[in-house]
């Protein structure tokens, strides 16, 4: 396996590399230029993509199409420059709007650090969807830092209620949902019940991680969901019915497999009544 | 018609000024960086408020698919506080590499003091080494002068006069800068300094030849529509409509894309924060749209 660093060059091309490596040897000559350097990468080196589909980079995987060139090119400067926890503190700090989003998508491939569970701390207090997206959407950065004393399952749960709070798929949040635990649905369950008190949306994947990790009120509410008028929401229950597992609940699929009229839901109740 | 904004302060505006000025047609806005009503202190105050228009208020614009770019300087009447003045100058340069940053500004005159004249001048300096055009504002007292006092300045800085926009201009300065080279700034307001009837009896006298218009709104009686407002004047003025969009369109975009940082293909296309939906675009986040929030 090559290294990241080898790994972002064969991404990025010969010619992004070599506008990179001069910014690398400036940079070794004068650590304050990484700072002037940063915000330009866009420019300098495109927002276009490089590709889709997931792949391994470095500890990690990443879904290829979240990422801009700029953003991998971020990930290659920093790894290249070896930059310490203060510069990335500064860029952060200091960073517009884009930067912070390159910083966010580069800690996907750069180590795990006491920097990285910074990062997603400000992406959870953040109102920038972008920023939001950019540290959970795409790789399996959460699922990887969970679990680090200095980011429990009680600082992810957060995040993913963020996550949910803004309703951003979680089909684009690798592994996020195997991180499902009881307290994370209680959060959820709470949070979908003052939305309907409202009459507002909830977002549909709440029914999706609260059948992998139930709590009391989940049965019911995932039952209701095969009823939900949103298609998002009836495929979601089914998945969440699917993956809660329960026998006992096979006829209420089979009841409503007569009824439903999208071919796509059919074919998961049909998994869920024969399973 | 598409509308570039060149000169509008959103920090001091709230959400339903960008729904309105998303609804008439803007797609980009321009936010000079500059003074916020009363003095700052320290130069800390600077730097929140310059990563305030550089971070929340470009998400802020996004959300209502504006893109927003900003010019960055120190302001003159802040020129003239020695609490902030030199520290602000040592923090510009980081801030002139930002990606969204297409230009310096707003520097110029205002009080006219020795100090203003100074940073003035060293800010165009700034603007050659970052390689940015210059948004000048000039004084509202004591106007005529101010701006040829400018003038003067910006030409023993061998700034080219075209990479030059003297803004908030009038009936009197448009005969001083219309063969200048430089670009004519005019600021619509409620009551002061132009008007939209003000402003079609100019185009009709001197023609769009490098003039921008721009609403100027801030926190104070002002409003930021008036650009659409003024489009809708000139047309009913009968001004042609090709004149009209290269007044609104064609002169800003040609002015500040010479910071070479405007993709002008991207402005085609309302400002999006999702980071896969040049790439795949079913991929719209629902989380960025203001209506489901």
Known sequence: MSSPLAHLAELLGSETVATLEKLQAEVAADRSRLAVFFPGLPRRTGRDHVGKGHIELGAGTIELAGFRRCDLAAAWLLLATAATAEELRDLMAHGDLEERAMLLRAAHVLPITEVTIEFLGEAQRTNVVLHVEAAVCDGDLVARAVGRPDFPATDANKLILKYGFLDLPLARAIGLEELANAELTRMLQDLATEREAAGRAVWCDTWRLIGRAPAPGTVARLIGGLEHGDDGVRAAAVDGLLALGRDDLRPFATERLEREPRPEIRELLQRLAGS | ?293
């Open chain 2, 1 to 293: 018609m598409l509308i570039f904004e060149p000169h509008i302060h959103m920090f001091s505006r709230i959400t339903d000024d960008y729904e309105q000025l998303a609804l008439a047609g803007v797609r980009a806005v321009l936010e000079p960086a500059f003074w916020l009503g009363q003095s700052r202190t320290n130069v800390g105050s600077f730097v929140d408020y310059f990563e305030t228009l550089l971070g929340w208020e470009r998400h802020r614009a996004q959300q209502f698919g504006i893109h927003h770019f900003s010019t960055m300087g120190l302001n003159p009447r802040e020129a003239n506080d020695d609490r902030v003045n030199d520290d602000v100058m040592a923090i510009l340069p980081r801030y002139c590499e930002k990606d969204s940053v297409v230009g310096v500004g707003e520097i110029g005159l205002d009080d006219q003091t020795k100090k203003e004249e100074k940073y003035m001048l060293a800010q165009l300096e700034l603007a050659k080494a970052h390689d940015l055009p210059v948004l000048i504002h000039t004084p509202h007292r004591d106007k005529k002068r101010g701006f040829e006092r400018c003038i003067d300045i910006v030409r023993d800085s061998n700034i080219p006069m075209e990479r030059v926009l003297l803004d908030h201009g009038n009936e009197e300065t448009i005969k001083i800068t219309r063969d200048l080279g430089c670009w004519s700034g005019f600021s619509i307001y409620p009551n002061t300094k132009m008007d939209p009837h003000r402003m079609v009896s100019i185009v009709q006298e001197y023609g769009i030849e490098r003039m921008i218009i721009n609403s100027a709104a801030d926190w104070g009686v002002s409003d930021p529509m008036m650009v659409p407002r003024t489009v809708v004047k000139l047309e009913q003025a009968g001004v042609p409509r090709a004149d009209i969009e290269r007044l609104v369109w064609d002169h800003p975009t040609s002015f500040f894309g010479q910071s070479g940082r405007l993709d002008l293909d991207a402005l085609q296309q309302p400002a999006s924060a999702n980071l896969r939906d040049t790439f795949e675009g079913n991929s719209v986040l629902r989380g960025q749209d203001p209506d489901r929030m």
